[in-house]
Nanobody, 123 residues
């Protein structure tokens, strides 16, 4: 079955950088889009950045100019480079993928989520 596994979270001081990575696996035929969402305590999950199979990217206004999303189609990975981190970037970050996968006798399109990785920005 499809799995998304994130890595790279941690604790960093304001102004610092972190890089998150996500690897998709499990009978994947094609990936239409991948992205990163985040959820801070007491808040709704929100889109941080996304990238389509054609390389089109979009970002939340709050991270434009600071975060960069990149995808390696051959490796089925998506990274999020986060620079100039702020305290308000503290959240659990989730990898997301819209993809087509193979199951015995059929293919299926669906949206999948990783388990999340904690990013804490604190002095």
């Amino acid at each position: 079955q499809v799995q998304l596994v994130e890595s790279g979270g941690g604790v960093v001081q304001p102004g610092g950088s972190l890089r998150l990575s996500c690897v998709a696996s499990g009978g994947i035929l094609s990936i239409y889009a991948m992205g990163w969402y985040r959820q801070a305590p007491g808040k709704q999950r929100e889109l941080v950045a996304g990238v389509t199979s054609g390389g089109i990217t979009n970002y939340a206004d709050s991270v434009k100019g600071r975060f960069t999303i990149s995808r390696d189609g051959a490796k089925e990975t998506v990274d999020l480079q986060m620079n100039s981190l702020k305290v308000e970037d503290t959240a659990v970050y989730y990898c997301n993928a819209d993809l087509q996968s193979a199951t015995p006798g059929a293919t299926m399109r669906g949206v999948y989520w990783g388990q999340g990785t904690q990013v804490t920005v604190s002095s």
